[in-house]
């Protein structure tokens, strides 16, 4: 394989990510039907890179938007004032601009390209049964990813679970029908990974495997079964995941970048004591952390406080430490904590609060010492979360689903928590 035929193809799906619009390019082009009909084993692995490639534009964007729903972050910005006004709440969200239509078009690429991906697998004469299930399974885990995390912008608003034919687009489906289709997805995928060959490049995981991906794709079915509050179904996925109650906690699965040509360098990092454009830790994430827990370097101290509008923060948010720095998909702190909700809502509480003390011991707190109840273990286990999970898009989720949005703070009068996103104009107009 020729490297810079992958890179040349990786460009230019991170320059179609540049669009401000939100349009979706077409895929059905001459060279994509080309591909599509008899494509080569070269060319067919250029479309799963440029997939999986295709993942990380406008992330930034997408942590912005959902890290202020959930107050865990400010975001200054001298050249985008819509950071500390209409994401803060204080005028309604636009359907028409860069934080709605540019998230919901980058993971429908990807959707697309996945779907363009899985028509050359089904029509080679290239590739062994066992070759085309590597892919097949690959690419709608991918797609399943990619429609989650456009469904927890959206909540309600629901999305199209269904892109296939751009000319005949399924319909926008609510948010529990759209989950129901992405756990089918993964399913679908997992069943493909199943006796399958890895006969292509995978940068979200070292040294990949078959096993290392079905992995991957159970542990993005825990978290969507916790979505659909099916815990034992959550408990089964964990079975077959990465979870590992006393292996390490960061290990995962990750979006890799790199200084490259034709590569992307990471663009949820911000340097700390940076002027001009700030990712604040909002000042209740050092007021409520305990004392000693070493998750407070997650929210470094400043050398002068930031200030903007009204709003101030003496921590830079410290999760992404270089530009080339991973960004998480999914890792086993995580794990735990979904295998610690899961067992809190079946009432097998001693179970739960032996993965909680996990997470708590592993960042210098003594065991939890609180009520062996529900309620108190649910919030124990949300407040875990928020200090495991902090700016990685979690809290606002996590509050939602537990209907608790109105315990997060407004700093302003007339500030406001969106409980979700609108569908981008271009949508909503089909």
């Given at each position: 394989?020729?490297?810079h035929?992958?890179l040349?193809?990786?460009?230019?799906?991170?320059?179609?990510?540049?669009?401000?619009?939100?349009?979706i390019?077409?895929?059905?082009?001459?060279?994509?039907?080309?591909?599509?009909?008899?494509?080569?084993?070269?060319?067919?692995?250029?479309?799963?890179?440029?997939?999986?490639?295709?993942?990380?534009?406008?992330?930034?964007?997408y942590?912005?938007?959902?890290?202020?729903?959930?107050?865990?972050i400010?975001?200054?910005?001298?050249?985008?004032?819509?950071?500390?006004?209409?994401?803060?709440g204080?005028?309604?969200?636009?359907?028409?601009?860069?934080?709605?239509?540019?998230?919901?078009?980058?993971?429908?690429?990807?959707?697309?390209?996945a779907n363009?991906?899985i028509?050359?697998?089904?029509?080679?004469?290239?590739?062994?049964?066992?070759?085309?299930?590597?892919?097949?399974?690959?690419?709608?885990?991918?797609?399943?990813?990619q429609?989650?995390?456009?469904?927890?912008?959206?909540?309600?608003?629901?999305?199209?679970?269904?892109?296939?034919?751009?000319?005949?687009?399924?319909?926008?489906?609510?948010?529990?029908?759209?989950?129901?289709?992405?756990?089918?997805?993964?399913?679908?995928?997992l069943?493909?990974?199943?006796?399958?060959?890895?006969v292509?490049?995978?940068?979200?995981?070292?040294?990949?495997?078959?096993?290392?991906?079905q992995?991957?794709?159970?542990?993005?079915?825990?978290?969507?079964?916790?979505?659909?509050?099916?815990?034992?179904?959550?408990?089964?996925?964990?079975?077959?995941?990465?979870?590992?109650?006393n292996?390490?906690?960061?290990?995962?699965?990750?979006?890799i970048?790199?200084?490259?040509?034709?590569?992307?360098?990471?663009?949820?990092?911000?340097?700390?004591?940076?002027?001009?454009?700030?990712?604040?830790?909002?000042?209740?994430?050092?007021?409520?952390i305990a004392?000693g827990?070493?998750?407070?370097?997650?929210?470094?101290?400043?050398?002068?406080?930031?200030?903007?509008?009204?709003?101030?923060?003496?921590?830079?948010?410290?999760?992404?430490?270089s530009?080339?720095?991973?960004?998480?998909?999914?890792r086993?702190?995580?794990?735990?904590?979904?295998?610690?909700?899961?067992?809190?809502?079946?009432?097998q509480?001693?179970?739960?609060i032996?993965?909680?003390?996990?997470?708590?011991?592993?960042h210098g707190?003594?065991?939890?010492?609180?009520?062996?109840?529900?309620?108190?273990?649910?919030?124990?286990?949300?407040?875990?979360?928020?200090?495991?999970?902090?700016?990685e898009?979690h809290?606002?989720?996590?509050?939602?689903?537990y209907?608790?949005?109105?315990?997060?703070?407004?700093?302003r009068?007339?500030?406001?928590v969106?409980?979700?996103?609108?569908?981008?104009?271009?949508?909503?107009?089909?």
């Amino acid at each position: 394989m020729k490297q810079h035929s992958i890179l040349l193809f990786s460009a230019m799906l991170l320059g179609l990510g540049a669009c401000q619009k939100g349009e979706i390019p077409n895929l059905n082009t001459p060279v994509a039907s080309a591909i599509i009909a008899n494509g080569t084993k070269e060319q067919i692995d250029n479309l799963a890179v440029a997939m999986e490639s295709g993942m990380r534009p406008t992330l930034n964007t997408y942590f912005d938007a959902i890290g202020l729903q959930g107050r865990e972050i400010y975001r200054f910005s001298g050249s985008e004032p819509r950071y500390t006004t209409e994401l803060m709440g204080t005028s309604p969200l636009d359907n028409n601009t860069f934080y709605t239509t540019n998230p919901w078009a980058s993971r429908y690429r990807v959707v697309r390209q996945a779907n363009t991906l899985i028509d050359a697998v089904n029509a080679s004469s290239r590739l062994s049964a066992n070759e085309k299930k590597g892919y097949l399974g690959y690419a709608k885990t991918i797609m399943a990813y990619q429609l989650l995390i456009t469904l927890n912008m959206q909540y309600t608003n629901g999305i199209r679970t269904d892109v296939k034919d751009p000319n005949k687009l399924g319909p926008i489906k609510g948010y529990p029908e759209s989950l129901t289709d992405i756990a089918n997805m993964l399913n679908e995928g997992l069943t493909d990974l199943t006796g399958s060959e890895i006969v292509f490049p995978v940068t979200i995981v070292t040294d990949v495997t078959p096993l290392k991906l079905q992995r991957f794709n159970r542990s993005l079915a825990a978290r969507v079964a916790v979505y659909r509050q099916q815990w034992a179904e959550a408990l089964t996925a964990l079975n077959g995941s990465s979870f590992d109650l006393n292996g390490d906690i960061n290990a995962g699965y990750v979006h890799i970048f790199s200084a490259n040509s034709g590569d992307q360098l990471n663009p949820v990092f911000l340097p700390q004591n940076n002027s001009g454009e700030n990712r604040l830790a909002h000042p209740s994430y050092a007021l409520q952390i305990a004392p000693g827990d070493d998750r407070i370097g997650k929210a470094t101290l400043r050398t002068a406080t930031a200030s903007l509008d009204g709003l101030s923060s003496n921590r830079d948010v410290w999760i992404h430490r270089s530009n080339t720095a991973p960004v998480y998909i999914i890792r086993n702190e995580e794990l735990i904590l979904i295998y610690a909700e899961a067992k809190i809502q079946l009432n097998q509480l001693p179970d739960a609060i032996v993965a909680l003390n996990r997470v708590r011991i592993a960042h210098g707190l003594p065991a939890y010492a609180g009520a062996s109840n529900q309620p108190a273990l649910i919030t124990e286990m949300l407040n875990q979360r928020r200090w495991s999970l902090f700016a990685e898009g979690h809290r606002w989720i996590d509050m939602r689903r537990y209907n608790r949005l109105n315990q997060l703070p407004n700093d302003r009068p007339g500030d406001k928590v969106w409980d979700k996103f609108p569908i981008p104009l271009p949508e909503s107009n089909q």
